[in-house]
């Protein structure tokens, strides 16, 4: 979206690269930027038959199946094929390459903006390609030329939460203000361009305003919104601050209402009008 709160125009906003898409992914690349709701399925949090048919009929927009901890192929591919048949689209968020398995709609690709440890800046992402193009064979140029780069989204993380998972993996500093937030924030927009910047709170609830001074200095990326969203007051309230607002904790501790009700409280929500 714009800061307007407009659809953004074309595929000129997601870099170059972008040419010979396959129909899924120019699909994929039109539509994630209206994206208001979105839940998080950890791989690693096999969800019951009666909570999965819950999530399948909440009204989201979208899934990202990623986690930090206990991923492998196996959980990831599982969790691709119970939610195989949603009537929403399905991204695999690649926080390891154990990830990169066949099914998903598309892959993000997360950047630890304030991350300690550079290697979640760069590092992770040069071994994890390293991985692909040994598997892949046929000469390093054959296979460099099939990364698949059209269904490759990256995204730039802001994490803000020290005690959550990845901010303890990645050493993030986290002691910010607004204005240092959203220099980090122009980084990945201006220096990286990248189409999506996200801020994440993971489980807890974040600063409203630091999430509104964010969103108001970006001027091309999409922001997202994750952490501590448990009631459909919370969601309204991000919701008006963020492009998009992830769901997470609530997949696996409220009911089926709760959820509708969470995307309900977005998707009513004016952007730009806390």
């Known amino acids: ?16 690269g972008d040419g010979g898409k396959s129909a899924g992914a120019t699909h994929f690349w039109e539509g ?12 690693d ?18 899934a990202v199946v990623g986690g930090t901890q206990g991923l492998s192929s196996a959980k990831v591919s599982a969790t691709l094929q ?32 304030n991350a300690g440890d550079t290697r979640w800046v760069v590092g992770a992402h040069q071994e994890a390609l390293a991985k692909y193009l040994r598997l892949a064979g046929d000469g390093a140029g054959g296979a460099a030329s099939a990364i698949p ?11 803000l939460n020290p005690q959550s998972a990845v901010g303890r993996l990645t050493k993030v500093r986290t002691a910010l203000a607004a204005r240092e937030a959203l220099a980090y924030a122009k980084a990945g927009e201006g220096l990286f361009r990248l189409p999506i910047i996200y801020l994440e709170y993971s489980g807890a609830y974040g600063d409203e305003y630091l999430v509104e001074e ?17 009631t ?4 309204r309230r991000m919701a008006a601050v963020a492009d998009t607002v992830v769901v997470g904790n609530l997949v696996y501790t409220g009911s089926g209402d ?17």
């Not at 714009?2 to 595929?11: E, I, K």
């Not at 994630?32 to 399925?41: E, F, M, N, T, Y």
């Not at 990169?100 to 630890?112: E, H, N």
């Not at 459909?232 to 969601?235: R, T």
């Open 82 to 113: 119970a939610l195989a048949g949603a009537p929403f689209p399905v991204v695999v968020e690649v926080s390891s390459p154990e990830c990169l398995v066949l099914g998903p709609a598309a892959f993000f690709i997360p950047v630890v903006l």
């Open 214 to 230: 964010v969103r108001a200095g970006l001027e091309s990326a999409h922001l997202f919104y994750g952490g501590g969203i448990d």
């Open 258 to 274: 709760d959820l509708r009700e969470i995307v309900q409280a977005v998707r009513e929500a004016p952007l730009g009008k806390v």
């Open 45 to 62: 949090r096999p969800l019951s038959p009666d909570r999965l048919r819950e999530v399948l009929d909440c009204g989201t927009d979208a």
């Open 1 to 16: 979206m714009g800061r307007n709160g407009a659809v953004n125009q074309g595929a000129d906003r997601q870099g170059a």
């Open 32 to 43: 994630w930027r209206r994206w208001r709701h979105v839940i998080k399925v950890d791989p």
């Open 149 to 159: 780069w059209s269904v490759l989204c990256p995204e730039g993380y802001v994490v």
């Open 232 to 235: 459909p007051e919370k969601a």
